[in-house]
């Protein structure tokens, strides 16, 4: 029955797609060329959104994501320089991290990228990337290249592969009250190599075929998803549809992900109260199934065994109460509870890999966001409490991040500080609490052209991500952009 239901379900999204016409179609505008990341961000859409009040946001892999993140930042927006803009940095454990765009219209996009860190002598990851991201009117496609290598003191991995995705967000269906959809797709194939260094013939290896597809809807009284994924080995997907604007709630219906084990319902909603004129209070359920792949695992953890469990993380109950105020200052301050279903966590798998396990837990969440912009000087403040029944290994109890910025003509500056509390190994053992101070800094030589330089863990703390990892000492960088 269930394989009946997900055949059903990818027929009707490829007819769908295959039955929609070109005409009356929304204008996209510039679209920004923007590859994958390889770091993960963790973000809540229901929270105000900080950006349009500071340009202070999400930490990046080059330390400040919004003083240079490419391609996002790479691409030229303005000027005549439009063709192509190349982003290096090098540091004392970085043999390069280059990043470059190059785009001449719709159909030549292209970007490319090497990354290289070296910890230890044993201890090492190489990202090479190759991306052509053509657009067709309302249709944009990404094929995209990638070769991963990461080598340890117990063994390599190596990951190769090749995807190929399609987005058109911009449908419109005239039908007696008009519907948008919003339809993305992805193919990939990889080949994972892990080889154990302490026993030179064994050698272990995997390919994986990913499918991922989503199918939104969006009309006036209703919106919905339909979504369908091979990833792991294994199917997962969701269904979901809402009405809108209901008595106080702006949306609420019923949304049901399943796997090959069972069916998961949930009821999602959103609802918004306005307490006092800048005060306002946000009630949702926001259940989730995560969409992930075993090469994103590595991303999480490049030190981890090539074989772990195909079950993704679902969450039923997803609940956000949360307080927003524009008096003085946009504030958001927030609780979310959360009942977990197949929760990843690590641990040590006989002193070599780290294994994933998954296990059902609650988790509660507290935490305050807030930000100010005054002239030149910016202000962003995050700082949030995790609690769960279960020991979540490596995950701090308490994060606080404090990160100021000052941007005036030519000159960029930001220092973020961090501090990690309460982190426990895969043995239950004590982590060290650690304070991180990273600095920033971008000058204009030209218009076209300019130096960066920045400082990681400027204490030189005894940090380490994983027990078994080394530390991530101090770490000098330097490096350039220019655009032509």
Request: charged share 25%.
């Amino acid at each position: 029955m269930k394989n009946k239901l997900i055949l059903s379900l990818l027929f009707f999204s490829l007819f769908l797609n295959a039955e929609i016409t070109d005409e009356n179609q929304l204008e996209l505008g510039e679209v920004l060329i923007v590859g994958e990341s390889h770091m993960p961000s963790d973000s809540v859409e229901s929270f105000i959104d900080l950006a349009q009040f500071c340009k202070v946001a999400d930490i990046g892999k080059f330390g400040f994501q919004p003083v240079f993140s490419p391609p996002k930042m790479l691409y030229p927006s303005v000027g005549t320089y439009n063709d192509f803009a190349v982003n290096v940095l090098c540091g004392n454990h970085y043999l390069g991290d280059i990043e470059g765009v190059y785009s001449k219209n719709s159909l030549l996009n292209f970007t490319a990228g090497f990354y290289n860190k070296e910890l230890t002598e044993n201890w090492e990851t190489t990202v090479f990337d190759l991306s052509w991201q053509p657009e067709f009117k309302e249709h944009s496609f990404d094929l995209n290249y990638e070769y991963d290598k990461y080598r340890y003191k117990n063994g390599d991995t190596k990951i190769s592969g090749l995807y190929l995705k399609y987005d058109n967000d911009s449908i419109l269906l005239n039908l007696i009250d008009p519907m948008i959809l919003d339809i993305s797709m992805k193919s990939a194939y990889y080949e994972f190599t892990q080889l154990d260094v302490s026993a030179k013939d064994l050698d272990d290896s995997a390919k994986d075929i990913d499918m991922v597809s989503k199918i939104k809807i969006d009309r006036k009284k209703y919106c919905g998803e339909i979504g369908l994924d091979l990833l792991k080995q294994a199917v997962s997907g969701k269904i979901s549809g809402q009405f809108k604007d209901i008595s106080f709630f702006s949306k609420i219906g019923i949304w049901c992900a399943f796997d090959e084990e069972d069916i998961y319902p949930a009821i999602e909603f959103s609802a918004k109260f306005k307490i006092l004129p800048e005060l306002f209070l946000k009630l949702e359920n926001k259940p989730e199934i995560s969409r992930t792949s075993r090469k994103d695992e590595f991303i999480e953890n490049d030190f981890q065994y090539l074989y772990m469990s195909n079950m993704q993380t679902k969450k039923q109950m997803n609940i956000f109460a949360i307080v927003e105020s524009e008096y003085l200052l946009p504030v958001s301050i927030y609780y979310n509870p959360s009942w977990n279903d197949g929760f990843h966590r690590y641990a040590m798998l006989d002193k070599k890999y780290y294994e994933q396990e998954n296990i059902d837990c609650q988790v509660q969440k507290i935490g305050l966001k807030a930000c100010l912009k005054y002239r030149c000087f910016a202000f962003f403040q995050d700082v949030s409490y995790t609690e769960s029944d279960e020991e979540l290994y490596f995950v701090p109890k308490v994060i606080n991040i404090t990160s100021l910025c000052y941007e005036k003509n030519l000159l960029k500056l930001e220092t973020q500080f961090k501090y990690l509390h309460d982190r426990f190994d895969d043995s239950s053992e004590k982590m060290d609490n650690v304070l991180l101070i990273d600095l920033l800094g971008s000058y204009k030589l030209k218009e076209n052209i300019s130096i960066i330089t920045s400082i990681t863990n400027l204490l030189n703390e005894n940090y380490k991500e994983f027990s078994d990892k080394p530390n991530e000492c101090i770490q000098f960088d330097v490096g350039f952009r220019i655009m032509f």
